[in-house]
């Protein structure tokens, strides 16, 4: 390979001499000259003039050692880098969560992480699934957490090439504040009234909205009053709570906001529909050391923190 005749180039340039860059390498003297003739033809010019007392550089070997020695150094220590991730607690970890349960729950269980390893970088995207299911598939993402309810079944190389476990069942509702609720709903449930609220969403396309509805009444409205999309799940679900309109939460997070009358659950026929937070990786991933401790927080956390709403 090229690169390997590179840096026995540079191994040559820097000591002049083939003995002292094959103690060096740890190959035999032949080695080194084989590779330096091999380069030299590849690039059509001489790099040494070979003197009994050892090797001179050309000013074609002057220039190559200028431009490419930083290169091969930076190469060398990205590589050492990640050679070192392997044995230590160090290194990048990217991670995916949908809006609300990422937003809500991911920092907590960072905090946790982060008391053991400190020296681990934490990217997040937030995402819904099958945004995050794309990224896992395009090695975009180490791991991710997703929502079944949102249509994953959508992803047809979900199963096939994904390992999903689950962490918890939930149900999802329809919420607003006690305000909203008091003013706008009262005890009329029904389809034409709830239809013409206005609702907030972290999709764009108010999917997760049209689903309930569906679930609800088997029908969904043509037309929604979109009053709020917001991509950060705690700024929709904060807007809920200051009298905004409707949204979709799931129980595991909405639990404490009902708990302390910030929210109000709307259950016109039943409770909601079931969602299952899942965590997934490429089925033939092999995880590094600080995804194996990652994904041992979450699986803690879920166990002790999350409440299931099921």
Known sequence: MILNKLHVFNTVYASCSTARAAEQLSVTRSAISQSISKLEAELGTSLFTRLPKGLVPTQTAHQMAKNIGPLLEQITNEVNAVMGNQICNSGT???????????????????????????????????????????????ELDLSIIDVFGGVHLQRDFHAFCHREPLLSEIVVMACSPEY????????LSYENLSKQNFLSVRDDFLEIKS?????????????????????????????????????????????????????????????EENQISLIQLLDKKPTLIEKSFIKHIKKYAKSQWKSGI
């Open 181 to 188: 609720f008091s003013s706008h709903i009262g005890d009329d």
């Open 212 to 272: 309930w509805f569906i679930h609800q009444y088997e029908k969904s409205p043509t037309y929604l009053r979109k009053a709020l999309f917001s991509e950060n799940g705690l700024a929709a679900l904060d807007c809920a709570c200051r009298g905004l309109g409707l949204f979709i939460v799931g129980s595991n997070v909405s639990h404490d906001y009902i708990d302390k009358r910030k929210l109000v659950a709307i259950t016109p026929r039943n409770r909601g």
């Open 93 to 139: 970890i990217h991670i995916g969560a949908p809006p609300v349960t990422g937003t809500f729950h991911l920092p907590r269980i960072i905090e946790t992480f982060n008391r053991e390893f400190p020296n681990v970088e934490i990217r997040l995207s937030f995402d819904y699934s099958i945004g995050l299911i794309s990224k896992v598939l395009a090695g």
